[in-house]
């Protein structure tokens, strides 16, 4: 049984910087990606970034490139969102998921869907404060 476990949420102020984990446990997840969405009230689920667990490959949204920083670690099978110069509109609820992507849906709208995703993670909360 496949599970992933947020974790590394809270309230920071605008410039502020988090890093959430992800720990997934149930499989092997070698060719799977991992990606990061987030989910402000109200609105809809917005991809945030995807690494590729095999190569270590990331893609980001341009809203938080240049701020946010994929990984993970094979050994502990976590995946890791460091987000810094945090911003009152990253505010939401961040989940982690999980699944096989191949080649030809990577970067594609298709992998920025969160209906592409069997597995999920219950949520962490990020607020950031101005």
């Known amino acids: 049984q496949v599970q992933l476990v947020e974790s590394g949420g809270g309230l920071v102020q605008a410039g502020g910087s988090l890093r959430l984990s992800c720990a997934a446990s149930?499989?092997?997840?070698?060719?799977?990606?991992m990606v990061w969405f987030r989910q402000a009230p109200g609105k809809e689920r917005d991809f945030v970034s995807a690494?590729?667990?095999?190569?270590?490959?990331?893609y980001y949204a341009d809203s938080v490139k240049g701020r946010f920083t994929i990984s993970r670690d094979n050994a502990k099978n976590t995946v890791y969102l460091q987000m810094n110069s945090l911003k009152p509109e990253d505010t939401a609820v961040y989940y982690c998921?999980?699944?096989?992507?191949?080649?030809?849906?990577?970067?594609?709208?298709?992998?920025?869907?969160?209906?592409?995703?069997?597995?999920w993670g219950q949520g962490t909360q990020v607020t950031v404060s101005s």
């Open positions: 690494i590729r667990w095999n190569s270590g490959t990331t």
């Open positions: 998921a999980a699944n096989l992507i191949g080649p030809g849906t990577w970067r594609s709208p298709a992998m920025r869907s969160p209906s592409e995703y069997d597995y």
């Open positions: 149930g499989r092997t997840f070698s060719g799977y990606v």
